[in-house]
């Protein structure tokens, strides 16, 4: 390597440490604004509605005796509704599936909404929603685990809120209940 090209590694090694140093030293601002935010984030197991019905003699005769069963079910996960009302006016309502193919893993609720600072009027709803067909159809819930979500969830807050403060919203399985946390705006935000 000659002189003159030694000469320019070293500059250019020079000039990227140089600028290294002062990005290094350069304030970030990933949240600019002031508004603080309502972030709805929980994931739960949905309720399994089944639809039973009592087997016939002769569909029993058909079986093999081991797997003659006088009931059999089918079913599926539940859909739930979520609904976010921010001082009298609804922000969002949608329904909710779990995860998987069949629907059968865990539901996940992740949400962000932008907040004016001051004081706030919160209410959120996660309610089952089977549109009547299951109470109609005569099913059942075949969810007796103790962390198969409600059927009904809502919380209903007057809030207090600062600039860039955010409002959590979670769900507890062991008070089977939404809860409310809070905190200032992280730079991951």
Excluded at 88 to 117: C, F, K, M, N, Q
Aim: proline share 5%; with cysteine; hydrophobic share 45%.
């Amino acid at each position: 390597m000659s002189l003159a090209n030694r000469v320019r590694a070293v500059v250019c090694g020079a000039a990227v440490v140089a600028v290294v140093t002062v990005a290094a030293d350069t304030p970030l601002t990933i949240h600019g604004s002031d508004q603080a935010l309502l972030r709805l984030a929980w994931s739960a197991r949905p309720e399994r509605i089944e639809q039973c019905r009592q087997q016939t003699a002769e569909e029993l005769a058909k079986l093999p005796a081991h797997m003659r069963q006088p009931v059999v079910c089918e079913g599926a996960a539940a859909r739930y509704r979520l609904t976010v009302v921010i001082d009298g006016a609804p922000v969002t309502e949608r329904v909710l599936r779990a995860g998987g193919l069949r629907h059968d893993r865990r539901l996940y609720v992740v949400e962000e909404i932008a907040l004016r600072p001051g004081v706030t009027d919160l209410e959120v709803r996660f309610d089952r929603d089977d549109d009547g067909a299951s109470a109609r159809a005569g099913a059942v819930s075949a969810s007796p685990l103790a962390d198969v979500v409600p059927a009904q969830l809502s919380l209903r807050e007057q809030v207090r809120v600062a600039p860039r403060e955010v409002v959590l919203i979670t769900y507890a399985p062991e008070r089977r209940a939404l809860i409310s946390r809070r905190g200032s705006v992280s730079a991951g935000h």
